[in-house]
């Protein structure tokens, strides 16, 4: 599976998960929960961490994968939470 996001955006140039040495499936692999925890490092040390938790918790059509260290789930709650404030 290839992360392809709906819009490309500037800031996803710098993002840890689009240097090459990673492989994508980290951050969308259902059953690899080691690639989760891949990606999830990956995405702790990103320089770009923040904008992509704003990106994702205002992309509703974000469904699946990890996105700046979190379950597409825990987006979920926040996401929520956000609506509720
Ligand atoms: S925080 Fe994670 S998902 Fe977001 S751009 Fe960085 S590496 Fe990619």
């Given at each position: 599976?290839?992360?392809?996001?709906?819009?490309r955006?500037?800031?996803?140039?710098?993002?840890?998960?689009?240097?090459?040495e990673?492989?994508?499936d980290?951050?969308?692999?259902?059953?690899?929960?080691?690639?989760?925890?891949l990606?999830?490092?990956?995405?702790?040390?990103?320089?770009?961490?923040?904008?992509?938790?704003?990106?994702?918790?205002?992309?509703?059509?974000?469904?699946?994968?990890?996105?700046?260290?979190?379950t597409?789930?825990?987006?979920?709650?926040?996401?929520?939470?956000?609506?509720?404030?």
């Amino acid at each position: 599976m290839v992360m392809t996001p709906p819009v490309r955006e500037p800031w996803m140039d710098a993002a840890a998960c689009a240097r090459p040495e990673v492989d994508p499936d980290w951050w969308f692999a259902t059953e690899a929960k080691d690639g989760h925890l891949l990606a999830m490092g990956y995405c702790n040390a990103c320089d770009v961490q923040p904008t992509c938790l704003g990106y994702v918790l205002d992309h509703l059509d974000l469904t699946d994968g990890i996105w700046a260290g979190f379950t597409i789930r825990q987006i979920g709650k926040m996401r929520r939470k956000k609506c509720n404030q």
